[in-house]
């Protein structure tokens, strides 16, 4: 077994050991104790350091394609979720990525603890290569411009509620006085890292259960 593959079934063994959640919801370092967070961003650089895919935005484009799931996070965003008030729970986050268009969308599923409500946040955005990152080759920088938000009830007690699918759509926040970006710090065909602009981190797997979506971006 390479170097590469040894480092990632490690990082995948401690993922798992930490989804403890039937739903699977992302899981972020503030759950955890510290010694088990850091050595998940140990494992993390290390296997950055093996990236098999350098330029993704210029030969891996087919693999960035599709739905992935979001496993584990430190970004500021995916911890508030994370927390949500009214017994409202954090069910499975994805992002989609439509590579041809330049277009993305999250999407976090939401549901009462009691089952009483259940629906999604998305949030629809697109990307281009950061412009510093094309001399030399795009390598792995984005530069992310997000759009709207959509809040969606999709049942209540049960019953569907397409006429609150969605409720609300309001545009999406970007970073004041910067742009939003990410780097896309390893990919292969199952599992993808980035890094924000910020330093948060973000780990996915490629997923294939997401059959509503994949069109609606």
């Not at 969308?105 to 290569?129: Q, R």
């Not at 545009?171 to 710090?185: G, H, V």
Request: hydrophobic fraction near 35%; charge should be neutral.
């Amino acid at each position: 077994m390479n170097n590469q593959l040894l480092i990632k079934e490690k990082l995948q063994a401690k993922l798992e050991k930490i989804q403890t959640k039937s739903d699977g919801s992302p899981v972020t370092d503030l759950q955890l104790d510290k010694t088990l967070a850091e050595e998940i961003e140990q494992l993390t650089t290390e296997l950055e350091s093996v990236n098999p895919n350098l330029n993704p935005l210029l030969y891996a484009t087919s693999l960035l394609e599709g739905a992935w799931q979001l496993q584990y996070s430190t970004a500021r965003e995916i911890r508030s979720l994370v927390s949500l008030p009214l017994g409202l729970k954090l069910g499975k986050v994805y992002q989609v990525i439509d590579v041809v268009n330049k277009l993305f969308f999250n999407l976090a599923k939401v549901k009462h603890s009691l089952g009483l409500i259940s629906g999604y946040v998305k949030v629809t955005a697109s990307f281009e290569p950061a412009k510093e990152d094309l001399e030399p080759p795009a390598n792995k920088r984005i530069n992310v411009y997000f759009d709207k938000r959509y809040l969606s009830i999709e049942k209540i007690v049960g019953i569907n509620t397409p006429q609150l699918n969605p409720f609300k759509v309001v545009p999406a926040n970007n970073p004041t006085n910067r742009t939003a970006t990410l780097d896309i710090t390893y990919l292969d065909e199952t599992l993808r890292i980035g890094r924000g602009g910020d330093g948060s981190l973000f780990i996915l797997s490629k997923s294939d259960d997401l059959p509503d979506f994949t069109s609606s971006i």
